[in-house]
């Protein structure tokens, strides 16, 4: 299994696209129905991460299922 502590870590999203911590993300507070966007804080294994929701709340060893990578356009809008 992949360490907390590996700085270097990496998980798949619900896509398969690899992600690390820093990484932006939306995903599923709680696994509900509605999409926050956050960032991954921490990797605890290939398909579990912690994220740190842009509102400020925490959320610990959320599923891959339940994220993907936030994209970005050149305006700030953001889709996944």
Do not use: H
Request: proline share 0%; glycine share 10%; aromatic share 8%.
């Amino acid at each position: 299994s992949i360490s907390r502590a590996a700085e270097d870590a990496t998980a798949r999203d619900r896509k398969g696209k690899t992600l690390s911590i820093g990484d932006r993300v939306r995903s599923r507070w709680m696994g509900g129905t509605r999409w926050w966007n956050g960032k991954i804080v921490a990797v605890l294994t290939a398909s579990s991460v912690d994220i740190r929701y842009d509102d400020g709340d925490f959320e610990t060893g959320v599923n891959s299922r339940q994220f993907v990578e936030l994209l970005e356009d050149s305006s700030g809008n953001t889709n996944s």
